[in-house]
Structures are given as C-alpha cells and as structure tokens.
C-alpha cells in the first residue's frame, strides 16, 4: 500500500496542506479495506494486495486527484483577488476622502486613470470571483485551465495596477510624496497593498505554474 501511495504522491502537484490530506484519506481507504479483507480470513499480505488491486491504477487516477488539487489552488487565488482588490480600492478612496492627503487638485488625467484603476480592480474581483463555482463540476483539464486563467489574471491585473500607480505617483509630484511619508493613515494603506500584492503575486504564480509543470503531473 505504501509504495502506491508513495507512486500517487510523485504525480501530484498543488499546495501541500490539501495534497496531504488527500493522500491521507487514501492511505486511510486502503488501510480499512484491508483490514475489512483481514477479517473476511484473507492473510495480511493477500488483503493488501487485493485493496490496492481494488483501488486502481495509481497512473489512471492521478488525473482526478489533480483536479481537486488545481481547484484548491485556482480558488485560493480567485479567492484572494477577490477580496484582495476591493479592500484595497476602498482603502485608497477612504485615504483620499478623509485624510489631508487627498487636499491638492489632482493634476490632469490623474483622477481619470484612478477611476480607470477602480474599475479594473473591481473588474477583476469580479472575474476572479466568477471563477470559483466553475470548478465545482470542471473536469481535470477545465480546471487546470481555469487555474492558469485565474494567475494570469492575478499577474496581468497586478502588473497593470502597479504601472498605473507608478505613474499616478510620478505624475502628482515630490509634493504627493511628502504627503505620504507624513500622514500615518497613508502609510498604513501602503503597507496594506505591498502586503496584499506580494500575496496576490505568490497565489497567482502558484496558479500559473500548472501552466509549464511537466505533462506527467497533468
């Protein structure tokens, strides 16, 4: 029985909390029906054996399990973008509502882009939140891609939003700045999105990589 877990194991790719677990419960699967065979007369070895022999092809079955594995970490990360994008709007339109930092005239096309920047951040919540009940019936192969989609979207959307900030940045001057390294609630929602990028980044690129993990692991 150990060898076939441990062979189910090598074809298994995705966060290793769920892909233990699943593992657990195959090892455990295994265990009561050989022990169910143990007490039907057959002797230890014989009952193990014809447990594995009834579980299935450790090849033939991966794909199914992959599948569970890339929507946990297709959800993770639609999950993440999600909430991630319209906290951070918010936060952004609180600062500049209630705090001094939004007290000078935004120079021309700046408040443009930012609405713009609110729009697609909660754009792609939404598209990242479409996806979620998408893998409750999504076979091996749709779900896999549903999960590539969702770290493209992580990365593109988040390259696109740190561009956009960048520039907004540059284009409101050294005086915007000074604003920000002195007014403490700026400094705090800085903190907030560098915090939820880096994870939107780690999730996202989790997600990705089952684009370019070898075919075997498919």
């Known amino acids: 029985m150990s060898t076939l877990v441990d062979d189910l194991r090598a074809r298994l790719r995705g966060p290793r909390g769920v892909r233990r677990e699943l593992l657990r419960e195959v090892e455990d699967g295994l ?44 959800r993770r990360a639609a999950l993440l973008i999600a909430l991630a994008y319209p906290t951070l709007t918010l936060a952004w339109d609180a600062l500049w509502r209630y705090t001094s930092v939004g007290d000078g005239a935004a120079p021309d096309g700046v408040a443009t ?31 896999r891609r549903l999960t590539v989609a969702v770290g493209l979207l992580g990365w593109l959307s988040l390259v696109l939003i740190m561009a956009t900030s960048i520039w907004m940045a540059q284009a409101s001057g050294d005086h915007a700045v000074r604003d920000f390294e002195s007014n403490v609630p700026s400094m705090l929602v800085v903190g907030l999105t560098v915090t939820a990028s880096l994870a939107i980044a780690g999730t996202a690129t989790l997600a990705l990589s089952r684009w370019w993990e070898p075919r075997a692991a498919r």
């Open 31 to 74: 265990r009561d029906a050989a022990e169910a065979y143990e007490n039907a007369g057959l002797p230890p070895a014989d009952a193990a054996r014809k447990a594995a022999d009834e579980f299935g092809d450790p090849a033939a079955l991966a794909p199914l399990y992959q599948a569970e594995l890339d929507a946990s970490r297709g």
């Open 113 to 143: 882009v930012a609405g713009a920047l609110d729009t697609g951040s909660y754009g792609a919540a939404i598209v990242a939140a479409a996806t979620i009940p998408l893998y409750g019936r999504a076979s091996a192969a749709t779900a």
